[in-house]
Nanobody, 115 residues
Framework: QVQLVESGGGLVQPGGSLRLSCAASGMIFSLYVMSWYRQAPGKQRELVAGITGGGITTYSDSVKGRFSISRDNAKNTMYLQMNSLKPDDTAVYYC?????????WGQGTQVTVST
């Protein structure tokens, strides 16, 4: 059974940094396209960044240049380094694993950017 567990969220001041992690189990990690999504209160869930098994990355325009997605296939873990955080980045961040349309979600981790 696929399990995704996010960690690393928290409260940070504007301009600060956080690093999220997504630990995966029950799957052949390297086969999956891994992504980070986020959902702010009252808004739809949106794609933040994605990475293929071979390391090809994609970012939403709102985070390009500030966030960096990576993965360690040997550790079955994906990361999201978030720099220059803004209040608009406040949301629950979700890990997603996708293999040929079979999708799995983590439980989410809260990121709050505030003074």
């Amino acid at each position: 059974q696929v399990q995704l567990v996010e960690s690393g969220g928290g409260l940070v001041q504007p301009g600060g940094s956080l690093r999220l992690s997504c630990a995966a189990s029950g799957m052949i990690f390297s086969l999956y396209v891994m992504s980070w999504y986020r959902q702010a209160p009252g808004k739809q869930r949106e794609l933040v960044a994605g990475i293929t098994g071979g390391g090809i990355t994609t970012y939403s325009d709102s985070v390009k240049g500030r966030f960096s997605i990576s993965r360690d296939n040997a550790k079955n873990t994906m990361y999201l380094q978030m720099n220059s955080l803004k209040p608009d980045d406040t949301a629950v961040y979700y890990c997603n694993a996708d293999f040929k349309g079979s999708r799995h979600w983590g439980q989410g981790t809260q990121v709050t950017v505030s003074t």
